[in-house]
Antibody
Framework: QVQLQESGPGLVKPSETLSLTCTVSGVSVSSGSFYWTWIRQPPGKGLEWIGHVYFTGSTDYNPSLKGRVTISLDTSNNQFSLKLSSVTAADTAIYYC????????????WGQGTLVTVSS | DIVMTQSPDSLAVSLGERATINCKSSQSVLYRSDNKNYLAWYQQKLGQPPKLLIYWASTRESGVPDRFSGSGSGTHFTLTISSLQAEDVAVYYCQQYYSTPQTFGQGTKLEIK
């Protein structure tokens, strides 16, 4: 059974870097069939695609995040991670990791999400 | 970016009645080479992650009750719940995966009347 689980600090100071990890079980992140994605949702608001990584290490990011995002794979631990730099209060959100089938794909498995608050 | 617009923003339907949610994309999400609409629907219950209901605009995900159906093509799509159950109370989102960045509609909140 495929499962994804986010982990990382729940509180980050403004201007610092948000770092989260998604641990995957039931499927290898090295599978060429899937992309591994981060999506966020500000409290009470809608969903925003952040970006994804492929098993080759190839990435795509949302231009709205203006170069602040890095997503990477750790195949030895079957994980992938998100780094978002220079955070502000606007980055406060529930962060979800998810799996999508193909570079242009729907999201068939999601983690439970983790709330990250940006505050001093 | 492709802008996804849902209507209505909220909807109240009686138990057993039909619920219809609309989604419009700012450009076509029909890929001519495979004749597929790159459009998905998700259900998000309070405190939970979104759950995939429908992909390719009309293909029901495994395990999703058949009262949920998707239709439409090009730029106009519909999610229909044929007979509303209490457990269907949720926010519903459409999503296009035709191009990057993938984008979602703003969500439609479905409640019981």
């Amino acid at each position: 059974q495929v499962q994804l689980q986010e982990s990382g600090p729940g509180l980050v100071k403004p201007s610092e870097t948000l770092s989260l990890t998604c641990t995957v079980s039931g499927v290898s992140v090295s599978s060429g069939s899937f992309y591994w994605t981060w999506i966020r949702q500000p409290p009470g608001k809608g969903l925003e695609w952040i970006g994804h990584v492929y098993f080759t290490g190839s990435t795509d990011y949302n231009p709205s995040l203006k170069g602040r995002v890095t997503i990477s794979l750790d195949t030895s631990n079957n994980q992938f991670s998100l780094k978002l730099s220079s955070v502000t209060a606007a980055d406060t959100a529930i962060y979800y990791c998810a799996r999508n089938k193909g570079r242009s794909g729907f999201f068939d498995y999601w983690g439970q999400g983790t709330l990250v608050t940006v505050s001093s | 970016d492709i802008v996804m617009t849902q209507s209505p923003d909220s909807l109240a339907v009686s138990l057993g009645e039909r619920a219809t949610i609309n989604c419009k994309s700012s450009q076509s999400v029909l890929y001519r080479s495979d004749n597929k609409n790159y459009l998905a629907w998700y259900q998000q219950k309070l405190g939970q992650p979104p759950k995939l209901l429908i992909y390719w605009a009309s293909t029901r995900e495994s395990g999703v009750p058949d009262r949920f159906s998707g239709s439409g093509s090009g730029t106009h799509f519909t999610l229909t719940i044929s007979s509303l159950q209490a457990e269907d109370v949720a926010v519903y989102y459409c999503q296009q995966y035709y191009s990057t960045p993938q984008t979602f509609g703003q969500g439609t909140k479905l409640e019981i009347k």
